[in-house]
């Protein structure tokens, strides 16, 4: 698969079926995450994958809008360092378009669940705190995400993309 049908497959799952993913294919979705770009290079988001069904379910309750880690065979939690590059939000960013590209190219679909909430500070800090006692994430990392995947239960639904020449603009801002 090139990189461009991955793009073009990749859509959010958000139902999986009750079947492991091997070890030969989170590694290969590890070093998607590990390889992915970092402004100025520097180490400022770090991953965990978790794999034990017990606590996928438990962090399905991390916001109300990552229920369908209950189900998923796999996460890997994306955390930022803000101590160690003004970029930690983007490099997370990046990063976890990497991986979702990875995990579309194995064969498998995930789900993309928003856990920093960069306009509620309490509602960023509960949700972030909730992930950071489960997993003994530090003090001092940011919880930017966590996706979910596994084995795709179904088709998602066609979505409605917008226009492209509203969205896309060549040489100058096109109004
Ligand atoms: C920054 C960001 C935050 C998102 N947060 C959530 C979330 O918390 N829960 C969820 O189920 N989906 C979340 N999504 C998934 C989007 O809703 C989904 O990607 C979007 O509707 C487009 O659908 P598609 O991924 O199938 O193209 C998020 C996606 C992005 C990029």
Redesign the pocket.
Known sequence: MDILEAIQL?????SFKDEQIQMEKLEKIIDAAYLAPAGNNLPSREFILVTNKKMLTHLGNA?P??T?LKESAAAIVITGRPDVSKYWLQDA?IA?AFIWLEIVELGLGA?????YHSENKEESKKRENFVREALSIPEDRRIV?ILGFGYPNDE?KS?KLLPRDEIIHYDTFNK
Request: net charge positive; no cysteine.
């Open positions: 990749r859509r959010e799952i958000t916001t809008y990552v369908w960013s976890s789900a993309f669940g928003a856990v995400a998602p979505k």
